[in-house]
C-alpha cells in the first residue's frame, strides 16, 4: 500500500500547497510594499520553496525549436517517427534546405533508469548542431495499461534493433549510463546474424559493463541483497485511476530518493542557496536551481520486470560481463561484434558508475580490431557530466564526433578472427580527438618531385617562429607534433593547400578527412590575414 500511500499524501499536501503559492504571489506583487523587504523577499522565497518540495514534476518537454549549423539559425521540429506501447522514438528535423549533408545519424539510447529522456536535452542540444538526432523517449509505466503487455531487458534490446532496423545503415548508436548493457548485447546479436543494419558505431557513456569492477555505492547495494529482496520491497503496483492501474512497477520516486540520498549533503545546500538567491534578488543563479531541479525530481515508473531482470543480470550475476547473458534463450556473445567500431567513455569522479566499468566492453569485444575502438577518460567530472555540462560540450562530444566520422561506414566485410587476435584485456587511454598517426620527421626539405604534391608547400624548419597551430579548432599538441614532424609549421602553409595536396596530406597523416570536415583551410586563412593561393 505503500504507493497508495504516497499519492494520497501528495493529494493531502494540495491546500498547503495552493497557499504556498499564493502567499508567494502576494509578497511578490511590486505593488505590496512588503515585496521591496528583506522579509517580505524571505517569506516568498520560502513559500516558493515549500511549493516545489511538495509539487509533482511532469515530464518535461525538450524545447529544443533551433539551433546553428555553419553559422547559420535553422529552425527545428520534434516528431515521433516509431513508436511502440513503451517508447517512441524522437527526431529532431533540423529544416536545412538545399544542405544535403547532416551529419552522422545517431540513435541516441537515454537510460530508462527513473528520469524522463529530458535528462539529455543538453547532451542533443551539444550535438544538434553537426548531426542528425534521433533519441529514445522510454513512456513513463504507470501511463501503460496492462492490456499492453510486459516490458521486460528481452524487450528493450528488441527495441534497439528494431529501432536501428528502422533508422537503416550507417547509423551510430550512443548509449548513456544504463542502456549500454543492451546495446551491447542488441550490437552483439545483430553482427550474430549478420544484419546489414548494425551500427556503423557504438558509443558506451558510463555504463555498468562489469560492475565487479571499482563497486560503488549502487553496486554494492544490489550485491548486497537477493533479488527476492527487491521483489518484496521495491516492487509496487500503480494505484488508482493512472492508466496502469495494477501494473506492478518500480516507482520512480523511490529511484529518485536513493539518487538524492546518495549526496543528500549537495541537494540540501543546493536548496539553502536556492533560497539565499531568492531573498537577495539573484534571478539568474536561482533559474539555474529551477532548470536543473523541474528536470532532476521529474520522475517515471519502470515496469517490474524490467528492473528485477535488469538488477540480477547486470549488478547482481554479472551475466553480460561472465559472457553468461541471454536473449530470448540464446547466447549474447560479444566477440561476434567485428565491425561496429566502439568508443567507451567515463568521467574520473563518477560516482554512479565506477572507473573501468564501461571500459570492460573492450574485453568482451575480443575480436574487434585495434582501429575500430577507443577509451576516453574526461578527467574531474562525475556521472552527469560524462553527458552533460561544459566539459561536455567542449571535450567530450567533439571526441564523440570525430570517432562517428572517422567510422562513417562499416567495413565492406568483418575481419578474420586472426586478423583480430589482438587481445582487448591491454588498457586502451588514447583520447579520441587526439590520437595522430606516426609522423614522418622531415629531416630536409622534401624534394620538389613532379609526383609529389606537397613538395611545394612543406619546409625543412619553420621560417622564423613557428604559428600556434592548436588555435585552429580540431588541432591538438599531438596533431600539431604532428604536422611539424611532416613539415607544416604556419598557418600560410594550410591556407595554401590545394585539394591535392589536402588527399597527399590526409593519407600521409591518416586525417580521415578532418582538413575539410573541420574547415582547417577556413581558419587559416583568417589566422594568416591573407588570402589562400590556391
Sequence with gaps: MFYQVYEFNHAAMSPLRASADMTRLYFQNPLNPFSHTPIGRSVAAGCEMI??????YGKPEFGLTQTTVSGVKVPVREEIVWKKPFCNLLHFDRKLGERK????????????????????????????????????????ARMVPLTEGRFDLDDYIDYVIEMLQFLGPDTHVMAVCQPSVPVLAATAVM???????????????????????????????????????????????????QPGFMRDVYPGFLQLSGFMSMNLDRH?????????????????????HRDFYDEYLAVMDLTAEFYLQTVETVFIRHALAKGKMRHRGDLVDCGAIRRSALLTIEGEKDDITGRGQT????????????????????????????????RFRSEIAPRILDFMRSHAHLPASA???????????????????EKPA?????????????????????????????????????????????????????????????DEQIAALDSRLDFRGRIDRDGWIEQARKLAEQPATH
Design 415 to 433: 575481419p578474420k578472427a586472426a586478423d583480430t587476435a589482438k587481445s582487448a584485456s591491454a588498457e586502451v587511454t588514447i583520447p579520441v580527438a
Design 191 to 241: 553482427e550474430a546474424h549478420n544484419d546489414p543494419c548494425v551500427p556503423a558505431s557504438v558509443t558506451l557513456m558510463g555504463g555498468p559493463i562489469d560492475t565487479r569492477i571499482n563497486p560503488t555505492a549502487v553496486n554494492d547495494l544490489a550485491e548486497n541483497k537477493s533479488i527476492d529482496w527487491f521483489e518484496r520491497n521495491v516492487i509496487m503496483k500503480v494505484p488508482f485511476p
Design 101 to 140: 549533408h547532416k551529419g552522422p545519424r545517431i540513435l541516441m539510447v537515454a537510460p530508462m533508469s527513473g528520469h524522463y529522456a529530458t535528462l539529455l536535452r543538453g547532451t542533443v542540444e551539444t550535438m544538434l548542431p553537426s548531426a542528425d538526432i534521433y533519441i529514445t523517449d522510454w513512456i513513463d
Design 268 to 288: 540540501v545546500n543546493a536548496h539553502h542557496e536556492f533560497f539565499q538567491h531568492l531573498v537577495s534578488g539573484d534571478g539568474d543563479n536561482a533559474e539555474k
Design 51 to 56: 511549493e516545489r518540495m511538495t509539487r509533482r
Design 438 to 498: 606516426e609522423a614522418k620527421p622531415a629531416a630536409k626539405a622534401p624534394a620538389k618531385a613532379a609526383s609529389d604534391p606537397l613538395a611545394e608547400v612543406l619546409l625543412a624548419r619553420p621560417r622564423g617562429v613557428a604559428d600556434d597551430l592548436t588555435a585552429i579548432s580540431g588541432v591538438g599538441p599531438k596533431l600539431q607534433t604532428a604536422l611539424n614532424g611532416a613539415g607544416i609549421f604556419h598557418y600560410w602553409q594550410i591556407a595554401a593547400l590545394t
Design 359 to 390: 571500459m570492460a566492453a573492450h574485453n568482451l569485444c575480443v575480436n574487434l580490431s585495434p582501429d575500430l575502438r577507443a577509451h576516453y577518460m574526461q578527467p574531474d567530472v562525475g556521472h552527469y557530466g560524462v553527458f552533460n555540462g561544459s
